[in-house]
């Protein structure tokens, strides 16, 4: 199998994503090539975007290293900032801060909207 074959199976996956303009990567689960609102900085080094702040919580824990996330509050766009490290539990900025993951049945891939799941970040009250 070749290289296209293998990137249009994945597509078929909902895994990777290209560009159709120009067949570049958009899309590669649980990142993304665009900004989306939901920056991880992982073990101090890398930078990357995630697809939804769930994604974005599920990358340290997947690659067992510290990640530090970045999202923007759905309400008052506000930065949430939230830092995993194996052994050391979580720690985060505002500290009411909550993940709110709901559903909703979208037709299609998840890279054209938000990964099937309203806005996840809100800020929580204390």
């Known amino acids: 199998m070749g290289i296209d074959e293998t990137l249009e199976r994945l597509a078929r996956l909902d895994l990777v994503h290209r560009d159709p303009a120009n067949g570049e990567p958009l899309v590669a689960y649980p990142f993304s090539a665009r900004p989306r609102g939901h920056r991880v900085l992982i073990d101090g080094e890398h930078r990357v975007e995630a697809m939804c702040a769930i994604d974005a919580l599920g990358i340290g824990p997947m690659l067992g290293l510290p990640i530090e996330t970045t999202s923007l509050d ?33 037709r299609g891939p998840a890279v054209g909207g938000r990964c099937g799941v309203p806005h996840v970040v809100q800020r929580g009250r204390q």
Do not use: C, T
Not at 81 to 106: F, I, N, T
């Open 74 to 106: 759905s309400i008052s766009g506000g930065e949430v900032l939230v830092r995993l490290a194996p052994g050391d539990g979580v720690w985060r900025e505002p500290k009411g801060a909550v993940v709110l993951a709901g559903s909703a049945r979208a």
